[in-house]
C-alpha cells in the first residue's frame, strides 16, 4: 500500500506541473483504459452467460429425449 500512495503521489505531483496538453494526454489515455477494461469485462460475462444458456439448453434437450425414449419404450 505504500508503494501505492507513493506512486499516487508522484502522480499528482507530477499533474501539477504538467502542461495542459500532457494533463489531457493522460486522462485520455485514463479513459481509454478504463473503457478498455470495462468492455472486455462486459464482453467476458455475456459470454459466461451465453455458454450457461447452452448447457442449460442441453441439459433440457436430453431430458426430453430420454423422455422421449421411456415413452416409446413404454
Known amino acids: 500500500y ?15 506541473s504538467a502542461s495542459r496538453a500532457s494533463k489531457l494526454t493522460f486522462l485520455a489515455s485514463l479513459a481509454f483504459t478504463g473503457f478498455s477494461v470495462s468492455f472486455v469485462l462486459w464482453t467476458q460475462k455475456s459470454e459466461r452467460d451465453a455458454v450457461k444458456q447452452g448447457v442449460l439448453a442441453d441439459i433440457e434437450r436430453q431430458k426430453l429425449y430420454e423422455e422421449t425414449l421411456q415413452k416409446r419404450a413404454a
Do not use: A, D, P
Open 2 to 16: 505504500l508503494l501505492l500512495l507513493f506512486l499516487l503521489f508522484k502522480m499528482l505531483n507530477y499533474l501539477m
